[in-house]
Every structure is written in structure tokens, then in C-alpha cells.
T-cell receptor, first 111, second 110 residues
Framework: DVKVTQSSRYLVKRTGEKVFLECVQD?????MFWYRQDPGLGLRLIYF???????EKGDIPEGYSVSREKKERFSLILESASTNQTSMYLC??????????FGNGTRLTVT | AQRVTQPEKLLSVFKGAPVELKCNYSYSGSPELFWYVQYSRQRLQLLLRHISRESIKGFTADLNKGETSFHLKKPFAQEEDSAMYYC????????????FGKGTKLTVNP
């Protein structure tokens, strides 16, 4: 069974801090994604990656960056956290045209 | 641009009643459509995809290209069906760049 692991379940950071959200998958999937999930807004794609060192912007990339140095790991970086980035962040992976497999999510609070 | 609309934020039915969660999409090509579900305190997971044409947990969904809809249906709802349901569209025939609707929270009352 595919396992997508997000390093933190809950995270509290201060405004202006640099924040790293880590995601690891164990199934050698090519594709990895970062979404944010907000009530009433659904899931919105932040960034995705088709391969190591490759990244593409999703629908809401502003204020975020990503890193994919190894195939199994996809990191989301908030360069300077702001209160409007308080949200649930979901990582997902997939192989080719297979369905997405999601992690448990990281609930980030920026105060 | 692709768009997925789920008109109901909340849907409440009684156990044993039929349930239909609506999903409409906007896309000029041939989409691939999915339903994802998130039960309380669990991760988001695939429920079904239209190309599979299968029934999962009693749920079915039919792609209607004329009405650009992909409604999720179950003839007899169960309490364990209570969850958040998301309809999603892939324009490239795969899971890359899925566009999600805003979700419908289904509550099945005893």
C-alpha cells in the first residue's frame, strides 16, 4: 500500500518565519503535489513536480516555493509565513496516470 | 480553463434514503473525472473514477457529457457514508493537475 508521510501533523509558526513542510512517499512515484485545503474553497494546487529537480506552478504559488532533490521527497517552503497561509496542507503522489495518494495533512497555524 | 462546481456545500439525508451529490464541470475536451472522499480524521482517498465504471461502497457516478455532469449516487445511504466528498477533473487524462471542486459535506442521520 502506498504511503505518503507528512512530517508534521500540526505546526504553529510566527509571522515572518521560514517554514518547511516535508513530504515523503515510498512507492517510487514520479509525480508529487502540494495542495492547500480550506473550508469553502476546496483543494487548491500550489506546486507540483513530475521528476527530481523539476517543478511547476499550480494555481496559487504566490508566497510558496518547493524543492525536489530526491524522488521520494517533496518539500514546500514558505519563505516568510503570513497569517493568510494558515491552512491545512496536503501532499500527494502518483505514478503516471494513476490516482493521487494523499498524506494525512499538516495543519499550519501562523500567528 | 477547467472548472469543477459542486453546488451543495452541505447535504443531509436520513439513513436508508437515496443520496445524490452533484458535480458539474467545464472543459472543452475529454475529461477524466474522479470522486475523492475524506472521512473524519482520515486522509483524502479516491472513491471512484469514471473510466472504471465500477461501484464502490454502493456509490456510482455516470459521466454525462451533454450535461457536463458527474453526479455521485447511492440508493440507500448509510451513517458511515458521512464524509467530505470532492469531485475532481483531469484535463490530461491522468492525475496530473487535478482540479477539485469545493466539496460537499454529507451527513447521514440515523
Amino acid at each position: 500500500d502506498v504511503k505518503v508521510t507528512q512530517s508534521s501533523r500540526y505546526l504553529v509558526k510566527r509571522t515572518g518565519e521560514k517554514v518547511f513542510l516535508e513530504c515523503v512517499q515510498d512507492m517510487d512515484h514520479e509525480n508529487m503535489f502540494w495542495y492547500r485545503q480550506d473550508p469553502g474553497l476546496g483543494l487548491r494546487l500550489i506546486y507540483f513536480s513530475y521528476d527530481v529537480k523539476m517543478k511547476e506552478k499550480g494555481d496559487i504559488p504566490e508566497g510558496y516555493s518547493v524543492s525536489r532533490e530526491k524522488k521520494e521527497r517533496f518539500s514546500l517552503i514558505l519563505e516568510s509565513a503570513s497569517t493568510n497561509q494558515t491552512s491545512m496542507y496536503l501532499c500527494a503522489s502518483s505514478y503516471s496516470i494513476s490516482p493521487l495518494h494523499f498524506g494525512n495533512g499538516t495543519r499550519l497555524t501562523v500567528t | 480553463a477547467q472548472r469543477v462546481t459542486q453546488p451543495e456545500k452541505l447535504l443531509s439525508v436520513f439513513k436508508g434514503a437515496p443520496v445524490e451529490l452533484k458535480c458539474n464541470y467545464s472543459y472543452s475536451g475529454s475529461p477524466e473525472l474522479f470522486w475523492y472522499v475524506q472521512y473524519s480524521r482520515q486522509r483524502l482517498q479516491l472513491l471512484l473514477r469514471h473510466i472504471s465504471r465500477e461501484s464502490i461502497k454502493g456509490f456510482t457516478a455516470d459521466l454525462n457529457k451533454g450535461e457536463t455532469s458527474f453526479h455521485l449516487k447511492k440508493p440507500f445511504a448509510q451513517e458511515e457514508d458521512s464524509a467530505m466528498y470532492y469531485c475532481a477533473l483531469s484535463a490530461q487524462g491522468g492525475s496530473e493537475k487535478l482540479v477539485f471542486g469545493k466539496g460537499t459535506k454529507l451527513t447521514v442521520n440515523p
